[in-house]
């Protein structure tokens, strides 16, 4: 490979590193793109910049982190460049709105889309050559997870498994923003079709702070990471583990137990806490509702639950939702959405279907929560949230397995897997009942993954002034709800590409 000539940005000032002022942020470094800003504007920026501790770079090279531009399109700011014997996407491309927010905050403030120049296919990568002559192939990726694809196939679970146990951790002891921003980074890296090897590799990435840089570079440097490593032995992470993973066991009630010296299911089973009826279910059922449920066990519950809907309410619609829905082979729970095209006829199919399943003995515990969504004219009555108001059941079914598999318990490793020998199993499953008008949005909300649902509201709100949750879209500047049919006019309202299911693995 011959190695990448660079030709200089012709320029007046000698200097890359003479600031009128000491530099702030040393690792922000900014360089102006001098096409259609004319070359007085450039160098007045320049010096505006350096007053307020920017450094700023005359000429474009490696360490330059932002590029910006004026009245450019991003592409012909890329074409230009690269003309220039430049390959830029190892920076942020923005435009001169993120300079100026900037200067006034008196920061470099978070790059929002609207700062951003747009039109590269991001899936499209380019190499480039660094100093020492190796190729490394870099892209832009979006900052939002909902304006990606991210398939099932992670090249990077290495680093991503790393990343979510940090995250689980930092939720676990109540910080989620941390665990958000954690999830967020873990999901940049399984959108990257190549497994990573090289640091280099993720500079411009979104979402990568300094934290989970570093995890990844102790990875990529010594196999491991000491504070995933760490945190694995800790005795609070593996207790709180445990007892959140029961069913019905929320942080609160985890952490009592945890400082009250509870720190497995066996202590909890001989503590003689008093429980409630869902931990006394998820107690009994531990090690069923641990086990991955298969997309064949969830194809048997969907043929019983569709068959009890129809019994009761004729000419309802069915669908698998979660996971299940995005392609996944196992999953926790099952999950469904229920409605009927006769908006209202949907109202009470619960109880009834409920009351067929259990006297068909499917149910081994169910908890069910009426719709309290109400729909004001004047927009929603609470900011978009993950919490949703639709009828729904809870319920851990009663799965028979037995008759399908042959048992084959001589050649069977013990707890290796539980077919063959157990013809019975316990199996979560989660019904939501939707009314017709809602259903896109319900669908939208409940196939996951719950990222992708996080980062679609994030969108909404922050890029469009749009409230979206699992029953609406409200558009703020306008002051009214916008109407969907299916997800695609959903994607289409939000100014979004059309993701579907199988790609929302974020
Ligand atoms: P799940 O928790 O079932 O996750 O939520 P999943 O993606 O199916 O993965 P498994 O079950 O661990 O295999 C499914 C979807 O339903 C939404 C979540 O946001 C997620 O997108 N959901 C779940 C809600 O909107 N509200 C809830 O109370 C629960
Ligand atoms: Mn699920």
Redesign the pocket.
Known sequence: MVPLKRRKVPSSASSDSSPDVACKFPQVVLFLLERKMGSSRRTFLTDLCRKKGFRVNETFSESVTHVISEKNKGDDVRRWLRSQGHDLTIAHLVDIGWLTDSLRAGHPVDILEGHKLHTTDYTQSTHKLTSSGGEVTTRSIPAYACQRRTTLSNRNTIFTDALLLLAENAELSGDDGRGLAFRRGAAVLKALPEAVTDMRRLRGCPCLGEHSLRVIQDILETGVSREVESTKQSERYQAMKVLTGIFGVGLKTADQWFRDGIQNIHQLRHSGRTLNRAQQAGLAHYDDLMQPITKAEADVIANIVEEAVQAELPGSQVTL????R?G?PS???V?FLITHPQEGREEGVIAKVVSRLEAQDFLLYQKTTRNSYMKSNDGPARPAS???HFERCLCIFRLTTGEQHEPKACTQAPGEDSEGRASKRAVRV?LVVSPFSQVAFALL??????LF?RELRRWATREKNMSLS?HALYDNKQGRYLKAATEEEIFAHLSLDYIPPSDRNT
């Open positions: 939702v979660g996971g299940f995005r996944n999953g926790h729970d999950d993950s919490m949703d989660d909300g409940w196939t996951g993954s719950k649902e699992s």
